[in-house]
Structure formats: C-alpha cells, structure tokens
C-alpha cells in the first residue's frame, strides 16, 4: 500500500500561483511513477501532469505546459506541483497518483491505469 496526502490547495486570484505537495508513505517511494490529476465541478478526472520514477521524465497536458512544473524528492518521498499564472480553468480539486513502474520513462498517464490516489485538495482561481 502508498498512502498519498496532498497539501497546499487554496483560494488564489487569476495570475496567481500556488505549490501543491504530495506526501507518500508505505511501499519504495521511487518505485513508482507519480502524476497530479484535476476534477472540475461537474467533469470527469483529468490527467495534469506526470513524473518518472527517478524524475528523468515528465509529461504536461497541453493546457497547463509553460506554466505549471512537476517535481519530486525521492529521499523526502514528495512530489510537488508548481503552479504559476493560474487562471479560472484550472479551478478544481487536485489528486495525486501513484502508478508501479519500471521504467525511468512517462507519458500521459490513463486515469485508470494509476495504483493509489490521495483524497485531494481543492484549488479555486477567481477571475
């Protein structure tokens, strides 16, 4: 089992920014390829971004490319989602993912596809 708790979601203005942090514990943390997924009031779960095991990949959904940064710390078992020039569309609550992995590699991760989630943490952009 990995349990995973986010942390830093909030309330921000649009062009703003916000830090989200993944914590892990349980099984090898560095065993699995991480990613932040978002829900939008009334949508369905959408990947965001991901992580390779040992961070020599990452993956950005177009919509978030330039402006959001995934990162992890394999010694700390964190993984973080920098968030800059926010704007209402990226309003939601954000989950973090793990999936098993064998490979340094990632790309877009199927919602379906992951092992564990968080419970997630709200993030609200006002225009």
């Known amino acids: 089992q990995v349990q995973l708790v986010e942390s830093g979601g909030g309330s921000v203005q649009a062009g703003g920014s916000l830090r989200l942090s993944c914590a892990a514990s349980g099984r090898t943390f560095s065993n699995y390829a991480m990613g932040w997924f978002r829900q939008a009031p009334g949508k369905e779960r959408e990947f965001v971004a991901a992580i390779s095991r040992s961070a020599g990949s990452t993956y950005y959904v177009d919509s978030v490319k330039g402006r959001f940064t995934i990162s992890r710390d394999n010694a700390e078992n964190t993984v973080t989602l920098q968030m800059n020039s926010l704007n209402p569309g990226d309003t939601g609550v954000y989950f973090c993912?793990?999936?098993?992995?064998?490979?340094?590699?990632?790309?877009?991760?199927?919602?379906?596809?992951?092992?564990?989630w968080g419970k997630g943490t709200l993030v609200t952009v006002s225009s």
């Open positions: 993912a793990a999936v098993y992995s064998r490979s340094d590699y990632v790309t877009r991760l199927p919602r379906n596809a992951m092992d564990y």
